[in-house]
């Protein structure tokens, strides 16, 4: 059974769980081992046991589950995505090979936020003034650019050539893999004040889901730093 969920408000990008191995007794056993020993269901002393694991950090048996992803966003956010490697394997739609329809991201007026100074990178929580005006530049080049890469494509041009026009607001799609440590790692960073709005509720959605598949092992990697709560724009 899959789990599909949107992550962004135009309703194009999202998080589709499409397989999981292991549970929360997965983790458990994976401890056990160690004395010989194995649980046939969860109990209360194996959830204890969860929790000690998280708390003093004795990850390896939350590495055992395993999940796999299918998930749609733009470049911008799939290229902070990516940074996280350990853990993670991943094959990602290629604009060499395909020339379909290009799907790309245009924000809210509302979203459109203005400059911190006091950051080296981020954004204050706040809409730029002229937000409508500034959405209006990102929707005119967006076209312009969707429009030129089709325009290349009909006079022969190469899809692996034509793709350098598109911008980083096109959407990306890519089947990942991970381990239930690497999700969590990936979600105490990218659910963090610091992370870019747009991949925080990307991260958001990832971890609702982790959370039902996993209820005590993700609330114990998440418990010390309590970041299961939605994003704050």
């Not at 269901?41 to 589950?65: Q, R």
């Not at 999940?67 to 470049?75: A, G, Q, T, V």
Request: charged share 25%; aromatic share 10%.
């Amino acid at each position: 059974m899959t789990t599909k969920i949107t992550a962004l408000s135009d309703g194009i990008g999202f998080v589709e769980l499409i397989g999981t191995f292991g549970d929360d007794l997965t983790v458990v056993n994976a401890a056990r081992v160690s004395f010989a020993k194995e649980s046939v269901e969860l109990t209360s002393g194996d959830a204890k046991l969860i929790k000690y694991l998280a708390k003093h950090e004795h990850n390896s048996p939350f590495f055992h589950p395993q999940l796999r992803f299918r998930l749609k966003m733009p470049i911008f956010v799939a290229r902070e995505w990516f940074r996280h490697t350990i853990g993670f394997a991943r094959n990602e739609v290629s604009r060499r090979y395909v020339d379909s329809d290009v799907e790309c991201y245009v924000p809210t007026a509302d979203m459109i936020r203005e400059r911190d100074t006091n950051k080296k990178q981020g954004s204050k929580s706040t809409a730029v003034d002229n937000s409508e005006c500034a959405k209006g530049h990102i929707v005119d080049l967006t076209e312009l650019a969707v429009e030129t890469y089709n325009k290349l494509l009909s006079e022969n041009v190469a899809p692996e050539v034509a793709r350098m026009v598109l911008p980083q607001s096109m959407y990306t799609e890519f089947i990942e893999t991970g381990s239930l440590y690497a999700y969590a790692r990936l979600c105490k960073l990218r659910l963090g004040p610091d992370a870019q709005y747009e991949i925080r509720l990307y991260a958001q959605v990832l971890s609702s889901i982790l959370e039902r598949s996993f209820p005590v092992s993700w609330s114990a990697l998440m418990e010390t730093e309590q970041l299961t709560s939605a994003p704050s724009q």
